[in-house]
């Protein structure tokens, strides 16, 4: 194992540790300002993510961050602070619209495309007081371009490395959000999923990351794959900030545009009040299907040696659980490619009405536009990196399609009727654990990613939340925790994870190690 280094930009490393809650209660304190912070993490990005390291994990800085940050510290000492995150800084990924700092999916086709609004997500991430610092990196086209890919590269943002071994993935398609609070660049950052792309980067890169319900969230203005599946979600270093931030982002109101946000529960308790600590009454349930634990034995060992956790602070372990069923189970592709055509036809009917009419040349109307632009610069890598998935859902016929339709309908049968909600009510289970994946692979641009199992398809495609915990590590790399549920039960979730996190007292701090090596 190559030899660790020290905090790439020892000046910054203190405020680069300080967790969200905690940062808010110092500003409240006076014993620090948003401007004081916003320059030091300014400063440690030019040094650990710009040059350094060279961490990419974030596409585009906000120029006027200190500038805002000045502006939240006069709100607050004028005895306006929005909320307890008022002054905080945010990384916001970049398929989330965002007008002064745009939303590209990393793709060149939309870098510099102009906004006419705000995401309401980002709204309302400026009316909790939040500082947005950033835009953070992905995979581009949230890993729904072509295969082979490898997770965190995007031709904007190029390759996002991750801070534990900076020859490892971070994890995707969130992988900048997840670098990013690794590393210590923002206290938070937004992600978004449609089928692991918070949980994976959570996992990959030590932190805590909440995937929602589908329509807990708004998802208007999020540059889309999947209408049954998307949606936006917190990451942080801690189960505490995830339910923090949460709160913040669910506590707007119902979004008319996005039709999912219509199933979402009538009164919302707060998340940060379900942190007890104390799991008693809960049953949870370990999955021992196939292809949940035996992929990596020594994954398997750091999930096992958690498992005291829950009984410890508590809850009841069922163990085993079978019935959950697998991913192959499912036709997903199918689904998503349909959903990504119209959805993409209908975000940017949206976007274009910032650049007017008629369209400029260059300016992509559609999915075709993309494809063709894609083929004309070679910048987008084709080579390396192909686009048959957007070759397919161009030739999908719509959502009138029966092939579609049928489809959607047996893989929510299959998730949920016939799989977790079964589960759950045969059982008796509050919740489903398993771990989250393997610890991360090596990025490779040749044959893309390489993991080798994972826990969090079967929540995804039901659109039930589900979130990933740092517990442990291999060789100094994380492995996470997956933990998922029925629908609206993320407060069950968090404090399940909050419990655990007390319990076992797991906080991964980066190595910077320039690889993970053979063993001599």
Same mark, same amino acid.
């Given at each position: 194992m190559d030899a660790e280094r020290s905090d790439p930009h020892e000046p910054s490393s203190g405020v680069a540790r300080i967790a969200a809650c905690q940062l808010g209660r110092l500003l409240q304190d006076g014993s620090m300002t948003s401007a004081e912070v916003t320059s030091t993490l300014i400063e440690r990005i030019a040094a650990v993510d710009a040059s350094g390291p060279s961490l990419r994990s974030v596409i585009r800085l906000n120029d006027r961050a200190v500038d805002e940050a000045a502006q939240l510290d006069a709100e607050r000492r004028a005895g306006r602070a929005r909320s307890p995150l008022h002054g905080v800084p945010v990384l916001v990924k970049d398929n989330i619209d965002t007008v002064r700092l745009g939303a590209t999916a990393g793709s060149l086709a939309f870098d510099g495309l102009p906004l006419s609004a705000d995401a309401p997500l980002v709204t309302r991430l400026h009316e909790a007081g939040l500082l947005i610092l950033g835009k953070a990196n992905l995979s581009e086209w949230a890993n729904f371009r072509g295969r082979p890919s490898a997770s965190g590269w995007s031709a904007v943002g190029h390759q996002t490395r991750n801070p534990f071994a900076l020859n490892r993935t971070p994890g995707g398609s969130s992988a900048g959000s997840g670098a990013g609070v690794a590393a210590g660049l923002a206290p938070v950052a937004i992600g978004s999923e449609t089928d692991g792309s918070i949980l994976c980067p959570a996992a990959a890169c030590g932190v805590v990351g909440l995937k929602p319900t589908v329509g807990l969230l708004s998802r208007t203005g999020i540059i889309p794959v999947a209408s049954s599946q998307d949606t936006a979600g917190p990451m942080a270093r801690s189960v505490a900030d995830v339910a923090q931030l949460l709160d913040v982002l669910a506590a707007g109101p119902l979004d008319p545009d996005d039709p999912a946000m219509a199933g979402r529960p009538d009164r919302l308790d707060s998340f940060v009040a379900a942190l007890s600590g104390d799991l008693r009454g /809960?049953?949870?349930?370990?999955?021992r299907d196939d292809g949940y634990f035996g992929y990596h034995p020594a994954t398997d060992a750091v999930v096992e040696a958690t498992l005291g956790a829950f009984?410890?602070?508590g809850a009841e372990l069922v163990d085993p659980v079978t019935g959950i069923g697998a991913a192959s189970q499912v036709d997903e592709m199918t689904v998503l490619c349909h959903e990504f055509r119209v959805g993409l036809e209908t975000y940017l009917d949206r976007r274009l009405a910032a650049v007017g009419t008629p369209r400029p040349a260059g300016v992509p109307g559609g999915l075709a536009d993309v494809i063709a632009f894609n083929e004309a610069h070679t910048a987008e890598r084709l080579d390396l990196f192909p686009q048959d998935i957007l070759l397919r859902s161009a030739a999908s016929s719509g959502l009138d399609d029966p092939v579609y339709l049928d489809a959607r309908a047996a893989n929510h049968r299959r998730t949920r009727e016939e799989g977790i909600d079964a589960v759950c009510?045969? /059982?008796?289970?509050?919740?489903?654990?398993?771990?989250?994946?393997?610890?991360?692979?090596?990025i490779d641009h040749i044959t893309g990613d390489s993991h080798y199992g994972s826990a969090w398809s079967q929540a995804a495609v039901a659109g039930y939340p589900s979130m990933s915990l740092p517990v442990g590590e291999v060789q100094g790399l994380p492995v996470g925790l997956a933990i998922w549920g029925r629908a609206w039960t993320e407060s069950t979730l968090i404090r399940i994870a909050g419990a655990v996190e007390d319990q076992i007292g797991y906080r991964p701090e980066p190595r910077y190690r320039e690889s993970v090596s053979l063993l001599a």
């Open positions: /809960l049953r949870i349930g370990v999955v009984a410890a602070a009510d045969r /059982l008796h289970l509050d919740a489903l654990v398993a771990p989250t994946m393997s610890p991360a692979w090596t």
